[in-house]
């Protein structure tokens, strides 16, 4: 009884607050297809989140292409690098920018600027054509923030480290020392090229704790607030 009436507390507030219902009704402030052209979703996330499972399923329901992988491949085929090499070093999920520079630089005439400039016009025109989701990279220090849901996704630690350890196939003390070391390579990356703490909330319209919340609860909630964006933002 009592878990019952505070599901449905919860479920009233969230239709208060985004004027979406739960059960999939429409309401008076359903967006339309045009409402959603020029939208994108910025997904940040703390390492051992399921970044890559809530994403996939915000993008069927949407019909919206997800974008993670493909991005160092689209630098690469700009920078003229070889894609394995940049794929491999995107996902180790190190500064892979700079051990890039370091690794091929000398031999492509590459340098930091460049490289950052290529992922910056990359991200940009992701958004620009809009309709997409787009894991990590920056792109929610990137894009516009009048038409970028800007997500965060977060969660207890342990849990994390176990998500990790079974991602990466090793005992839970090598995955712990990693996901911090790989949070502090994310949080140094963003630092010096963007100039921000990627744990403030004020850079986010939206945090979610992937240990109280499911992927699927996740989704309803990511698209529950771009619907109310997108209305908000609707030109008068």
């Known amino acids: 009884m009592i878990a019952s009436s505070i599901l449905h507390r919860h479920a009233e507030a969230l239709e208060h607050v985004f004027g979406y219902r739960l059960n999939g009704q ?7 297809e045009t409402d959603l052209d020029r939208f994108t979703i910025a997904l940040s996330r703390e390492v051992g989140t399921p970044e890559q499972e809530v994403a996939r399923e915000v993008g069927e329901r949407l019909g919206w292409p997800v974008y993670d992988r493909e991005i160092p491949a689209r630098i690469a085929e700009q920078v003229h690098l070889p894609l394995r090499a940049v794929a491999e070093i995107d996902e180790r999920r190190q500064n892979w920018l700079l051990e890039c520079i370091s690794a091929f630089g000398a031999h492509h005439d590459l340098s930091e600027s460049r490289y950052f400039h290529h992922l910056v016009s990359v991200i940009r025109s992701m958004g620009d054509r809009g ?93 529950h607030a771009l619907h109310h964006k997108a209305v908000g933002h609707k030109p008068r």
Request: net charge positive.
């Open 26 to 32: 429409k309401t008076d402030v359903e967006p339309s």
């Open 131 to 223: 309709r997409c989701l787009i894991v990590g990279h920056g792109a929610g220090f990137i894009l516009p923030s009048r038409t970028t849901l800007r997500v965060r996704l977060i969660g207890d630690r342990e849990r994390r480290v176990s998500a990790f350890a079974r991602s990466m196939k090793t005992d839970r003390a090598t995955a712990a020392h990693r996901l911090e070391e790989v949070n502090r390579e994310r949080g140094r990356f963003l630092r010096d090229h963007f100039h921000v703490d990627p744990t403030q909330p004020d850079h986010y319209d939206l945090i979610l704790n992937t240990s109280q919340w499911s992927i699927s609860e996740c989704a309803d909630v990511i698209l």
